[in-house]
């Protein structure tokens, strides 16, 4: 089992730049695939940006791609999602997502994970 907490969420205006992160505890972290997903007020949680376990291969949203970027720091145990370029539909709570995986994979729905943080709140004014 692991544990995820998220951090890093604030209030910024548009145009700002914001990294999340969020540490893992428990079992081996570079065996997890990992995930941010995010959910605004009113809608379903949607799919951000995924990493395989070992970092090699990312996926990201439409929505995100080129303003978005995931890492993983494995010694450290966190995974990261460094947000450039903010818009204000991009406000949501962020999740980030956990799934014990015995190859490279990239997951990029949220039935495919089944550890969760808690969220941090991004807020992005206009």
């Known amino acids: 089992q692991v544990q995820l907490v998220e951090s890093g969420g604030e209030l910024v205006q548009a145009g700002d730049s914001l990294r999340l992160s969020c540490a893992a505890s428990g079992r081996t972290f570079s065996s997890y695939a990992m995930g941010w997903f995010r959910q605004a007020p009113g809608k379903e949680r949607e799919f951000v940006a995924a990493?395989?376990?070992?970092?090699?291969?990312?996926y990201y949203s439409d929505s995100v791609k080129g303003r978005f970027t995931i890492f993983r720091d494995n010694a450290k145990d966190t995974v990261y999602l460094q947000m450039n370029s903010l818009k204000p539909e991009d406000t949501a709570v962020y999740y980030c997502?956990?799934?014990?995986?015995?190859?490279?994979?990239?997951?990029?729905?949220?039935?495919?994970?089944?550890?969760w943080g808690q969220g941090t709140q991004v807020t992005v004014s206009s």
């Open positions: 990493i395989s376990r070992g970092g090699g291969s990312t």
């Open positions: 997502a956990a799934r014990f995986v015995y190859s490279s994979v990239v997951l990029t729905t949220p039935t495919q994970y089944n550890y």
